[in-house]
């Protein structure tokens, strides 16, 4: 039977190293931006409807480190919590919110996903 063998220097563990370094913020600010362009999804189809702006206006802005998720609308505050005007305060939010529920978890699967694929 034939055998399998490699030289590996302090050099190539080097390289290798440093590679693995460079994919982990890369890796996880991917994940985070496919993480909130999914939550915009679920969030525009949380949102109610009117005209149709309130949902329109849900963006997603990348950001060195992964994305941010706006809503431009200048009444969206009021909508998601409430507090004024007969409509009751909700901390936790109406509609952008929740559909943020387990995109921690989804982000970091997509992270080491991403972090496997680069390495």
């Known amino acids: 039977m034939a055998g399998l ?4 220097n302090a050099a190539d563990v080097d390289r290798l190293l440093g590679r693995v370094a460079r994919a982990m913020p ?4 991917d994940a985070g931006l496919a993480t909130a362009r999914d939550v915009a999804v679920r969030a525009r189809g949380n949102l109610p409807r009117r005209s149709g702006r309130l949902a329109g206006s ?5 950001t060195p480190d992964g994305a941010s998720l706006v809503v431009a609308a200048p009444y969206a505050a ?4 409430g507090g004024s005007r007969g409509r009751p305060y909700v901390p936790e939010g109406r ?5 943020a ?9 997509t992270a080491a996903l991403n972090f496997e694929r680069e390495v």
């Open 58 to 62: 849900v963006r997603v802005d990348p």
């Open 78 to 81: 009021w909508i998601e919590y």
């Open 101 to 109: 529920d387990g995109a921690e978890t989804d982000m970091a699967r």
């Open 5 to 8: 063998s490699a030289d590996v």
């Open 95 to 99: 509609y952008v919110a929740p559909a």
């Open 26 to 29: 890369r890796a996880g600010a």
